[in-house]
T-cell receptor
Framework: GQNIDQPTEMTATEGAIVQINCTYQ??????LFWYQQHAGEAPTFLSYNVLDGLEEKGRFSSFLSRSKGYSYLLLKELQMKDSASYLCAVRDSNYQLIWGAGTKLIIKP | GAVVSQHPSRVICKSGTSVKIECRSLDFQATTMFWYRQFPKQSLMLMAT?????????EQGVEKDKFLINHASLTLSTLTVTSAHPEDSSFYICSVDRGNTEAFFGQGTRLTVV
């Protein structure tokens, strides 16, 4: 079966750095997405990786290793508004998005 | 601005009635749209793939007669929850792909069946 694993919950301090990991086993791979979802709202796009390496976009960076079936989302200079759930999703061989359960990130002052 | 618009954002209905949710692609034509539901503290669960001009493709375990999908144009897909029951209360979200590298979501619809 297809599976995406990410931690259920993480806590970090305002101004610090946090890394959210995602491991996947899917039938084929056509890219990995990270989304941010605030409670009661739809997910918003953060990043897309299809090749190995690090993609940097402001305070957020996303890394991919296809050989290891592994990705992480790195958030720097954490702000209170970053408190949200972070969803990892992989597009499989049928180009269907397979979703992780999400990581709830709690930011403390 | 928004790429995908979903209506309504919140609806409360009585048990046994039907509710229609609209999903519009604002910036581009979409031959395919996706409908998800999400229970509290759980991930997105794909319900069905809406195909313009043809029947929707439903995921295993999703009742096609209960969740009617119509994709009559390249910019509009509708999901109708028929004979709604309290267990259908959930957050319903539509999404549209632009190529394979972008996926945009509607604002979501919070359905409460009383």
């Amino acid at each position: 079966g297809q599976n995406i694993d990410q931690p259920t919950e993480m806590t970090a301090t305002e101004g610090a750095i946090v890394q959210i990991n995602c491991t996947y086993q899917t039938s084929g791979f056509n890219g990995l997405f990270w989304y941010q979802q605030h409670a009661g709202e739809a997910p918003t796009f953060l990043s897309y990786n299809v090749l190995d390496g690090l993609e940097e976009k402001g305070r957020f960076s996303s890394f991919l290793s296809r050989s290891k079936g592994y990705s992480y989302l790195l958030l720097k200079e954490l702000q209170m508004k970053d408190s949200a759930s972070y969803l990892c999703a992989v597009r499989d061989s049928n180009y269907q998005l397979i979703w992780g359960a999400g990581t709830k990130l709690i930011i403390k002052p | 601005g928004a790429v995908v618009s979903q209506h309504p954002s919140r609806v409360i209905c009585k048990s046994g009635t039907s509710v229609k949710i609209e999903c519009r692609s604002l910036d581009f034509q979409a031959t395919t749209m996706f409908w998800y539901r999400q229970f509290p503290k759980q991930s997105l669960m794909l319900m069905a793939t809406s195909n313009e001009g043809s029947k929707a493709t439903y995921e295993q375990g999703v009742e096609k007669d209960k969740f009617l999908i119509n994709h009559a144009s390249l910019t509009l897909s509708t999901l109708t929850v028929t004979s709604a029951h309290p267990e259908d209360s959930s957050f319903y979200i539509c999404s549209v792909d632009r190529g394979n590298t972008e996926a945009f979501f509607g604002q979501g619809t919070r359905l409460t069946v009383v």
